[in-house]
């Protein structure tokens, strides 16, 4: 009898999934790791809706850079 032991190379169906994404490996990782979401509208990846303190949504929005954000909390929106 052989050893149940053939899940050791195995690969998920989630990570199957992320694997066949049309993306460079970089942001594939960014992907499963959070940091990164990918539109369904354009299908490109972004940064995932934040919010940041001392920026109001609607009146104030913050436009620049993400490494040029100074402000001292930052979430992630539901």
Not at 40 to 50: D, F, W, Y
Not at 59 to 64: A, D, K, V
């Amino acid at each position: 009898v052989r050893e149940k032991s053939n899940h050791i190379n195995s690969v998920s169906l989630l990570r199957q999934y992320y694997n066949r994404l049309p993306v460079r490996r970089k942001y594939r990782r960014a992907i499963m790791k959070g940091t990164m979401v990918m539109c369904e509208k354009t299908g490109q990846v972004r940064i995932p809706p934040l919010a940041i303190s001392g920026y109001d949504e609607r009146r104030n929005p913050y436009r620049g850079r993400f490494e040029d954000l100074r402000s001292t909390r930052i979430w992630l929106k539901d």
